[in-house]
Structures are given as C-alpha cells and as structure tokens.
C-alpha cells in the first residue's frame, strides 16, 4: 500500500510558468512533509519542508500548501526557470529521532526556455 | 565537512557475486539510512540505523543485510548479487534529535548494474 501518491509523473512548463505538484498521504499520524530536489547524478536535498501546524510555507519563489483535512499538500514553483529542471519527491514521516522518511514516487520537471 | 560519502560510485557484477557499499557522514548524525532509486518508483527503504547499534528492516530489505560499524558508518551488503538489484543506491543521514526537522542528507549514490 503507497503510503504517500504524487502526481503528475512528468510536467513541461515554460519559463516564468507556475509548476505545481501534488500529493496526498494516508497516514495521519505523519506530522513532517518535506520536499525533495534532485538533479542528474546527484543525491536528492532538501528544498523545504512543512508541519501542519501551518497550511503554507514559503522560501523565494517556492511554497508549499497544506490541507490537513484533505490530507494533501503541494508544491508550487513560482516564475519556473531552467534550472529548476529537476526531480522532485514529496515524502512525509512522523517528527521522531530515527523516523525513516516515506517518498512519493518522482516529478520530473522540465522547464522550457 | 564532506558530507555523506558512498563508495563506490559504480559496480558492475555478475549473477551470484557479493559487494558491500560502503557509506560514512562526518556530520555526527545519530541515524543513518540506505534506499533504492529505480525509474518510476521513486525511494524506497532498504534498511536503516536510528542509532549506533541498531538497524531496521525497511520496505524492501531482501537480498541485503547492513552493519552499523560505529556512528560515522552505515554499509549495505549484497550476499549473492541478482539482476532485480540493478539500482542506485543513496545512502542518508540525520540529525535526529527531538529538537530539529528530520532533514536527511543524502550522499551522491552507487549505480549498481548486475549482469
């Protein structure tokens, strides 16, 4: 059973477009939602996180948007730029010391110039 | 500071060999884990360590076992390599602590291919 679905798969936008990735998780006793950015050949790092004590949470041009209730959250590129050309996972775990972190399963973005 | 460090960065082997991918931080984290990335499924958990001394089977730990060395060492070991272990492998750690976000770091990956 998928505990966390993401969606789309893939995603073209064009540059200065807004990228939106969605997710949804099933357990509720998850309390940490971070997203993940990875570039070819490399390893995914962080790129920002929520708790949902919060419904959105902004750093420059990204943000994510929570729904407790709908157990859904998003992320939201503002003013997409090549090299925002990435992968991108949601994942989500409960905020615990050693609590392994659950991954959606990838969003390939690509950004068109 | 040099991070999560993985050797090595590629391997091939034949149907039935065995290799152990070796994984250290440098960060002092307490927790450290191994995943899989294969097109289309995204990570999934091989084994973890929440601390020095303990490991945790994960989604899919079949065909692997893993040694916690100390708390700068996390290695995975496949005993008897197969063709479904075709991957890249990443290593992770983290802080852990009760205080922080569970930010895991992660290293740059061993692609595996077996023939």
């Known amino acids: 059973q998928q505990q966390v679905k993401q969606s789309p798969q893939s995603l073209i936008v064009q540059k200065g477009g807004i990228s939106i990735i969605n997710c949804a998780y099933e357990n509720t006793a998850f309390d940490y939602f971070p997203w993940y950015q990875q570039f070819p050949g490399k390893g995914p790092a962080l790129l920002i996180a929520?708790?949902?004590?919060?419904s959105e949470k902004k750093e420059g041009r990204f943000t994510i948007s929570f729904n407790k209730s709908a157990k859904q959250f998003s992320l939201h590129i503002m003013d997409s730029q090549p090299g925002d050309s990435a992968t991108y996972f949601c994942a989500a775990s409960m905020n615990q010391a050693g609590t392994a972190l659950i991954f959606g399963k990838g969003t390939t973005l690509s950004v068109s110039s | 500071n040099a991070g999560v460090t993985q050797t090595p960065k590629f391997q091939v082997l034949k149907t039935g060999q065995s290799m152990t991918l070796q994984c250290a931080q440098d960060?002092?984290?307490?927790?450290m884990y191994w995943y899989r990335q294969d097109p289309g499924m995204g990570l999934r958990l091989i084994y973890y360590s929440a601390s020095e001394g303990t490991t945790d089977k994960g989604e899919v730990p079949n065909g692997y076992n893993v040694s916690r060395l100390n708390k700068r060492e996390f290695s995975l070991r496949l005993e008897s390599a197969a063709p479904s272990q075709t991957s890249v492998y990443f290593c992770?750690?983290?802080?852990?602590?009760?205080?922080?976000?569970?930010?895991?770091?992660f290293g740059p990956g061993t692609r595996l291919t077996v023939l």
């Open positions: 992770a750690s983290t802080a852990a602590s009760h205080s922080s976000y569970n930010e895991q770091f």
């Open positions: 929520i708790r949902p004590d919060v």
């Open positions: 960060m002092n984290h307490n927790s």
